[in-house]
């Protein structure tokens, strides 16, 4: 995208890193030790806040609109690669393995850790200290193992994370600010 730039803070002498290859859009908010990986996609109004401890999104990882990413002093927050933090989530001092799923609104809490290929179910709190195992589902509030992920859930999740992979390379090729239009375009809007 050019001539728009993510809204990035340095503080304490230390700057968020941007992959040239990921996208963090416009309205989005990274401040300090914050490092975002080649392929990632940020969405508008997250706020990853490396100003107490690191915060790292790994390659491929998507962390959606409105989504908070912080850590308590001397700790970091971890999204694996991979990784898919849905709309409105709250990470905060966690470490979520490699094709993690976090559903929309939900709170994973300090020094939890998150096994690859887990999902947490929207709307879900997973307390300080908690363990999901891999490939497992867990929800509720607080959150409890469900039971262990299917290969057709794993499978959708997979595409699911490429799609955002694919806007986040999109976002980066074609999206500009712009002026509304007056009336809607007789085409189909959007590639499926």
């Not at 990853?48 to 690191?54: P, Q």
């Given at each position: 995208m050019q001539n728009a730039h993510p809204k990035v803070y340095s503080i304490d002498g230390?700057?968020?890193?941007?992959?040239p290859g990921a996208f963090v859009h416009p309205e989005a908010v990274l401040i300090g030790d914050v490092i975002v990986e080649e392929g990632c996609?940020?969405?508008p109004c997250?706020?990853?806040r490396g100003d107490f401890g690191r915060i790292i999104v790994r390659r491929g990882s998507n962390v959606q609109d409105n989504c908070t990413l912080h850590s308590l002093p001397g700790f970091s927050s971890?999204?694996?690669a991979d990784g898919h933090i849905g709309h409105g989530a709250i990470v905060h001092s966690a470490e979520l393995g490699p094709n993690v799923l976090v559903g929309m609104n939900a709170?994973?809490?300090?020094?939890?850790?998150?096994?690859?290929?887990?999902?947490?179910?929207?709307m879900?709190?997973?307390?300080?200290?908690?363990e999901i195992p891999a490939r497992h589902l867990a929800a509720g509030v607080p959150?409890?193992?469900?039971?262990?992920?299917?290969?057709?859930?794993?499978a959708l999740k997979i595409e699911g994370t490429r799609k955002y992979q694919e806007l986040a390379r999109r976002c980066l090729a074609s999206?500009?600010?712009?002026?509304?239009l007056t009336q809607s375009e007789a085409s189909p809007r959007m590639p499926l």
């Amino acid at each position: 995208m050019q001539n728009a730039h993510p809204k990035v803070y340095s503080i304490d002498g230390v700057t968020p890193v941007i992959h040239p290859g990921a996208f963090v859009h416009p309205e989005a908010v990274l401040i300090g030790d914050v490092i975002v990986e080649e392929g990632c996609y940020v969405g508008p109004c997250a706020s990853l806040r490396g100003d107490f401890g690191r915060i790292i999104v790994r390659r491929g990882s998507n962390v959606q609109d409105n989504c908070t990413l912080h850590s308590l002093p001397g700790f970091s927050s971890i999204i694996g690669a991979d990784g898919h933090i849905g709309h409105g989530a709250i990470v905060h001092s966690a470490e979520l393995g490699p094709n993690v799923l976090v559903g929309m609104n939900a709170v994973v809490m300090d020094h939890a850790k998150i096994g690859d290929s887990a999902m947490i179910g929207a709307m879900s709190f997973v307390k300080a200290g908690a363990e999901i195992p891999a490939r497992h589902l867990a929800a509720g509030v607080p959150a409890r193992v469900m039971r262990e992920l299917s290969a057709d859930e794993l499978a959708l999740k997979i595409e699911g994370t490429r799609k955002y992979q694919e806007l986040a390379r999109r976002c980066l090729a074609s999206l500009r600010p712009a002026e509304p239009l007056t009336q809607s375009e007789a085409s189909p809007r959007m590639p499926l």
